[in-house]
């Protein structure tokens, strides 16, 4: 072999080298991005799940909030009637008509009362008790005794109902100051 000869065969390996040294790189490079859109895929997979179960938790909590509170309109609206029904029961009668129809006043108070206690509709508790704005509507006031207390309620006036935690209507009271 010629010094020629010699030199072309080491250019062609050095070219060759050189050659397979940028394909490493390239497929190096290709690698390298392709393992950052693997990483970027995983990222918005993991996001879209987390979104997902915050969408889920967040229908639930919506749904069993209706489903506690699915009956307040129909409560508001029964209020008065009960109120009225109530005031029936406190008018005094005296023939056996009378007494009877009291009597079927009373038990559809009760029954309508009971309706009410197993959609969880409470009244509140409010005569003798201290008078609190987030549940009592203070209408009057009159001077503190020993016997009331300044801050105390003295006399209902309109009852209040609460549904779970939210107050329905406040009890309307005399508060003594």
């Known amino acids: 072999m010629s010094e020629k000869d010699q030199e072309l065969k080491d250019q062609e390996v050095a070219e060759t080298a050189e050659q397979k040294d940028l394909e490493q ?5 290709e690698l390298a991005e392709l393992t950052e859109k693997i990483d970027e895929m995983d990222d918005q997979l993991l996001r879209a799940r987390a979104e997902i ?3 889920t938790n967040r229908n639930r909590n919506e749904r069993e909030l209706l489903q506690r509170y699915r009956s307040q309109d129909l409560a508001k609206k029964l209020l008065p009637a009960i109120d009225n029904l109530e005031r029936a029961m406190a008018t005094d009668v005296s023939d056996e008509q ?16 009971q309706a009410l206690k197993e959609e969880g509709i409470e009244e509140i508790a409010a005569e003798g008790e201290t008078f609190d704005p987030n549940f009592h509507q203070g209408v009057q006031t009159v001077e503190a005794s020993e016997d009331a207390p300044a801050n105390t309620i003295v006399q209902v ?6 549904l779970h935690d939210r ?3 406040p009890s309307m009271v005399i508060v003594a100051q």
């Open 98 to 113: 009378g007494i009877n129809l009291k009597k079927g006043v009373e038990m559809t108070l009760a029954s309508l009362q």
């Open 167 to 169: 107050v329905l209507r």
């Open 157 to 162: 006036l309109q009852k209040g109902y609460k």
């Open 53 to 55: 179960a915050n969408i």
């Open 25 to 29: 790189e390239s497929v190096t490079d």
